[in-house]
């Protein structure tokens, strides 16, 4: 179940004080890339530095890093474990969410981290990480049409609630490629707190040009990586007697190793499937990041002679045509399947798989559509024997990503 608001965790964390700072990013695409990119900056150049996501791929616990590693299961688990029962002594009634923002944080404590990288998990300004009391730099990346029974109806309301965790006297850095709805109401807001601002964008970062061209960027890429090394730069005067390095160009070489898994991964799934050939895992789940894997898609996979084989899921109340329509194009073979329980999210649920097949159907003239409930490996095995040598992509939730990956993990052991 999802409860906004802040009164719960500040009660979770009331007898501990945070005792690192915070770079805190919203958004509804792009926060887990800037964080990645960010995280990885701090932790070459010194800072130790702690990173909390959401959701986790895998594991409860891989969606909180320290020093760009994976934390121990048993430290996740002892923490939780005693907030769990603070949560229960109190009576706070704290949420899944609430519960985990409150272990990612007293294992940066524990870990005696310099900076923690946090990502907004919906929203922002009701947030449980909006906690936050320490923060150098906050982020705004992209903003799209996603949780409106939450958010708001309207692109400007959801702006309004991801602004939300602006601080007063707190920089900030925001995505300029937004819509200008969004680009209005965020600037209004800042003006509103008076607070320094940098709006962001690939032409206003010249000396990112070079490794722009050289590493052959797609365009959000490009725009994410602008986001997090302008949201370094301000954060650099607080950081400098931590960091052993201040010469910002000489970390962004290695910014060309970060990946981000689930986002235009290219995967082996050969364990799993009889493919040689890579496929492309993308969890392009709302309108927008959809329209940006069909660019990509369209742009680096497509041929005359070979269409595109999709294995998509979505989770229950998405915009199905919204994303869907932006990546499927006629003549494309799709298997609709579904993605498992998730871990800590019991409120998750997957698109029953006919039900989506109906919605992919009424795009014109789609090749085949063939449906797979319950168990994914078969809707693989189907995908990759249609496919042949051709393009293969996974796509539609990170939630399918997760299950992927989970598959592919046990049958490597």
């Known amino acids: 179940m999802i409860e906004l608001g802040l009164s719960r965790v500040a009660s979770l964390l009331q007898q501990t004080p945070l005792t690192w700072k915070a770079i805190h990013i919203a958004g509804t695409n792009g926060k887990g890339s800037i964080s990645a990119y960010l995280s990885h900056l701090l932790a070459t ?41 603070r949560d229960q002594t109190l009576g706070i009634g704290a949420s899944e969410f609430e519960l985990l923002t409150a272990t990612a944080f007293e294992i940066f404590n524990h870990e005696r981290v310099d900076v923690g990288v946090v990502e907004v998990g919906m929203g922002g300004r009701l947030d449980a990480t909006n906690i936050l009391n320490n923060v150098l730099v906050s982020v705004i990346a992209k903003i799209g049409m996603d949780h409106q029974a939450f958010l708001g109806s309207t692109i400007a309301e959801i702006a309004r609630e991801k602004a939300g965790i602006l601080k ?23 003006q509103e707190l008076g607070i320094e601002s940098s709006f962001v964008s690939p032409a206003q970062c010249p000396t990112l040009t070079p490794y722009f061209r050289d590493l052959d960027l797609e365009p959000h890429q490009q725009q994410n990586m602008c986001c997090a090394v302008s949201a370094f730069n301000l954060a650099l005067p607080c950081l400098s007697p931590l960091m052993t390095t201040s010469d910002v160009l000489s970390l962004l070489p290695g910014l060309a190793q970060v990946q981000w898994p689930g ?117 693989l095995r189907w995908a990759s024997d249609e496919a042949h040598d051709g393009p293969l992509v996974i796509a539609g939730s990170l939630y399918l990503v997760s299950d992927v990956l989970r598959l592919l993990r046990e049958a490597q052991k």
């Open 168 to 190: 007063p006297g707190v920089p900030c850095v925001v995505d300029n490629t937004n819509d200008p709805e969004v680009l209005e109401t965020v600037k209004r807001h800042v």
């Open 263 to 379: 986002r235009l991964q290219s995967l082996d799934l050969r364990p799993l499937i009889d493919r040689t050939m890579p496929i492309l895992l993308d969890g392009a789940h709302n309108a927008q990041s959809a329209e940006v894997l069909g660019k990509y898609v369209d742009r680096r996979m497509r041929s005359e002679s070979k269409p595109v084989t999709w294995v998509v899921a979505a989770s229950s109340g998405k915009d199905l045509a919204g994303v869907f329509g932006s990546i499927i194009r006629p003549g494309d073979r799709v298997a609709t399947a579904e993605f498992g329980p998730v871990d800590g999210m019991p409120w998750v649920q997957s698109t029953n798989a006919a039900e989506l097949a109906s919605s992919i159907l009424a795009i014109q003239d789609i090749g085949t559509v063939q449906s797979f409930s319950g168990d994914l490996l078969p809707a």
């Open 45 to 85: 150049g010194g800072a130790r530095c702690g990173r909390f996501t959401s959701p986790h791929l895998i594991d409860r616990w891989d969606c909180i890093t320290i020093g760009e590693k994976v934390v121990q299961e048993s430290l996740f688990r002892q923490i939780e474990d005693q907030v769990k029962l």
